[in-house]
């Protein structure tokens, strides 16, 4: 199964680059770039990862990020990123960043943007491998912080696909960025945003009704409102679910007593994702065969799983036609 779960064609649509950077990058960028961290080695870094929640997870991801500097820098670390998914099967992915993380570092747009777009050319180029770009704006950061950010994008406005919300989502409801995200839809901007991962599912409906957004990222607490089960499953709103990361924030217990199954018996549009590949215990394959393991889903629902992930994401037709013909030939 681990095999045939590997040539399953993968589209990976909730994934944050500077959630993929490995222990061994961030000191080997540290080290180039001059930045000092707590670690003296991998076993360190390591060390630090045991995450009682969202926010102490964000801590650290937000000090492993400050090892970003150069354009060198995000083409590194993407392109990194890019050969691991293509050896797990992966097929496209829409990477999510977070500018306002590295503008605030004196980090400018031109680095950011070059160098992802040139990861992203290479992995077509090499690999075969599409993508998209999604700018994320910080929800626990002023609303007026992130429509100024989202005006002085404007050069690259060609570049993204859509506009994201993530961070510390408790507290921080989507209503609070309804005039960036009215900025973005009259930009003609697709719109996504976190809710429901931590936050209760009344954030899930606020980001339906005040962002008018065309997916969920997370969106597993939807299971406590009923009204909202039927409204997500008539709409058939993709939900990008990312089940380790669930478990290594302690939004479930264990896999096993993930709500992964009730979503997909309620007839909701899910897909799989890694979220934050190098702090949550591995990529698109560990949590597809995680899935197997806890769940003992056979090849159908995987092809149903991918293919939700295909349909949802940003690409062109053709390319959308194809990966699904060899995903039903699979
Ligand atoms: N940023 C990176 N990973 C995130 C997550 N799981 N939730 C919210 N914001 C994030
Ligand atoms: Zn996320």
């Not at 000191?27 to 990862?49: G, I, K, T």
């Not at 040139?118 to 007026?144: C, K, P, T, V, Y």
């Not at 215990?281 to 995680?290: D, E, Q, T, Y």
């Amino acid at each position: 199964m681990n095999h045939w779960l590997r040539t399953l064609p993968k589209a990976e649509l909730h994934l944050h680059i500077e959630g993929t950077l490995e222990p061994e990058q961030m000191l080997e960028l540290a080290e180039r770039n001059r930045v000092s961290l707590p670690y003296r080695n991998v076993d360190e870094v390591r060390a630090a990862y045991e995450f009682e929640d969202l926010q102490s997870f964000l801590n650290l991801y937000s000090q492993g990020m400050t090892v970003l500097h150069t354009a060198e820098d995000f083409h590194d670390l993407a392109r990194s990123y890019f050969h691991r998914a293509h050896a797990d099967g992966v097929a496209h992915i829409e990477l999510s960043f977070d500018p306002q993380a590295h503008l605030s570092r004196g980090v400018e747009f031109e680095a950011q943007f070059e160098g992802l777009n040139r990861a992203m050319r290479d992995a077509e180029r090499e690999l075969g491998m599409s993508s998209a770009l999604i700018m994320s704006f910080l929800r626990d950061q002023d609303a007026e912080q992130a429509l100024d950010v989202l005006e002085r994008a404007e050069p690259w406005y060609e570049r993204i696909a859509a506009i994201g919300l993530d961070s510390a989502e408790r507290g921080n409801p989507p209503e609070k960025f309804r005039a960036v995200f009215e900025r973005a839809r009259a930009l003609g901007l697709p719109r996504t945003a976190h809710a429901g991962e931590e936050g209760p599912s009344a954030y899930i409906t606020s980001a339906l009704d005040t962002l008018d957004v065309c997916r969920i990222d997370h969106g597993v607490r939807c299971l406590e409102d009923a009204d909202l089960v039927a409204r997500l499953r008539e709409r058939q709103t993709p939900l990008t679910v990312c089940p380790l990361s669930n478990v290594c924030l302690h939004v479930v217990d264990r896999l096993t007593d993930h709500p992964l199954p009730q979503l997909l018996e309620a007839g909701l549009n899910v897909n799989l994702n890694s979220d934050d590949p190098a702090y949550f215990g591995g990529g698109m394959m560990a949590n597809f065969s995680a899935c197997e393991q806890a769940f003992g889903w056979d090849r159908a629902v995987f092809r149903k799983l991918a293919a939700n992930a295909v349909e949802a994401a940003f690409m062109p037709a053709d390319r959308r036609a194809r990966l699904l013909s060899d995903i039903a030939d699979c």
